[in-house]
């Protein structure tokens, strides 16, 4: 039987969606933020400039983008289970091939095609989540999202450790190359978790039952689209350059593996902490408060270079910047029928994703201007504060999901 031959979906346990959860342990945790790890190394040996850092970032997100477009066709052409597999694979080898040249165009266009990959994946995935607890309560559904993208914390997490090791190890001309082989690797491990959750959930396919969300059912979620389009410009800034801030001051190795551990760990475990708030929330309410959070995270380390402070920044943030995806697609599955699940991450995942290959670019740019990497960092908390007050005018109004 293959994993989209059963076409009802049932309740599943919580360990099927921490399987599913290696799309965005990949796609995010590894292909997206811990370059924010590999930024300085690479920066230094391949003698980038902020612009191009932020280029390579900006590359990502525009092939995420192009991924979170192209994912409801391939799902319903291939399945949801298969184009999620085929996704994972495709980002995995793309990070392989990241670390086998030091040209910048063919940097730039592995990152691209990483984030169609990895936005293949992260679309698909979430879908395959949102259909199978279709019949949980929104509580347990919130808990259900935010595990799954709780992934993407545990590949924080995995990332802090690796890749610092493998940076102190090797020469610098080879240490960044290392770690991206490192990371795809593990990408490729990953297979062993996703499939037999894939089976466990036995997804419909979407060829035959699923549709797009329509036009005028996503339009009762504009303040929505518009909030997660600029939270994604500003957080992506935050996960580019954070850690470059950091050295810019003197952080040593560990202090930015602990960072990097506390955010991601945090991340990873913000499902439990914020399901409870999510599913009670109505409207865009709950969105925008993990946004307030997001946002005070981003600036604690403005105000002092103190380790304490940098601790306490990667703690809130790390907290609540994955809760905002899981608040997200909790409004659109309560304001949508199932059918349109699918194509309504992939609307709202579109404008996360042009904020994203907006965000890193437009900071690297104007950095200099504002005073270098903080004023870049200053740059993103106002268009957090935007976000949170434009996703606060979410209302509940479309049709809503069963509850049976």
Excluded: C, K
């Excluded at 997100?61 to 399945?79: D, E, F």
């Amino acid at each position: 039987m293959t994993p989209d031959a059963v076409r009802m979906p049932r309740p599943i346990p919580m360990w099927s969606a921490a399987g599913l959860a290696a799309g965005p342990l990949v796609g995010l945790g590894f292909a997206r933020f811990a370059y924010a790890l590999l930024l300085p190394a690479m920066a230094s040996h391949l003698g980038w400039s902020l612009a191009t850092a932020g280029a390579m970032n900006t590359a990502n997100g525009v092939g995420y983008l192009v991924g979170a477009l192209v994912a409801a066709p391939l799902g319903r052409r291939w399945g949801l289970a298969h184009a999620f597999l085929v996704s994972l694979a495709i980002t995995a080898v793309a990070m392989l091939g990241t670390g086998a040249t030091g040209n910048t165009l063919l940097l730039a266009l592995a990152r691209l095609v990483s984030g169609v990959g990895g936005g293949v994946a992260f679309v698909v995935g979430g879908g395959i989540v949102a259909q199978a607890s279709a019949r949980d309560t929104p509580r347990r559904a919130a808990l259900l999202l935010g595990t799954y993208f709780g992934g993407a914390g545990a590949g924080i997490v995995l990332s802090a450790w690796l890749v610092p090791q493998i940076l102190a190890a090797g020469p610098p001309a080879l240490g960044w190359r290392l770690a991206w082989g490192a990371l795809g690797l593990l990408s490729l491990l990953t297979f062993l978790a996703a499939v037999p959750a894939l089976r466990r959930m036995g997804p419909a396919s979407p060829s035959r039952g699923q549709r797009p969300a329509g036009r005028s059912a996503l339009q009762s979620l504009r303040p929505l689209l518009v909030a997660y389009g600029a939270y994604g410009l500003g957080y992506i800034i935050y996960m580019t350059f954070s850690v470059a801030l950091l050295e810019h001051r003197g952080a040593g190795r560990l202090e930015v593996s602990w960072f990097w551990t506390v955010l991601g760990g945090a991340a990873a475990l913000s499902g439990f902490l914020w399901g409870g708030v999510v599913g009670r929330a109505r409207g865009g309410r709950g969105a925008a408060a993990a946004m307030v959070v997001v946002l005070v995270g981003s600036v604690l380390p403005l105000w002092s270079s103190a380790p304490i402070l940098a601790l306490g920044s990667a703690l809130l943030f790390g907290s609540a910047f994955l809760a905002v995806v899981t608040a997200v697609t909790s409004v659109a599955r309560r304001n949508l029928a199932p059918e349109g699940w699918t194509g309504a991450l992939a609307a709202l995942t579109v404008m996360f994703g042009v904020g994203q290959s907006i965000g890193p670019l437009a900071a690297g740019l104007m950095a200099p201007a504002l005073g270098g990497i903080r004023g870049g960092l200053l740059f993103s908390a106002a268009v957090l504060g935007l976000a949170a007050a434009i996703a606060w005018a979410q209302r509940d109004g479309g049709s809503p999901a069963p509850t049976s």
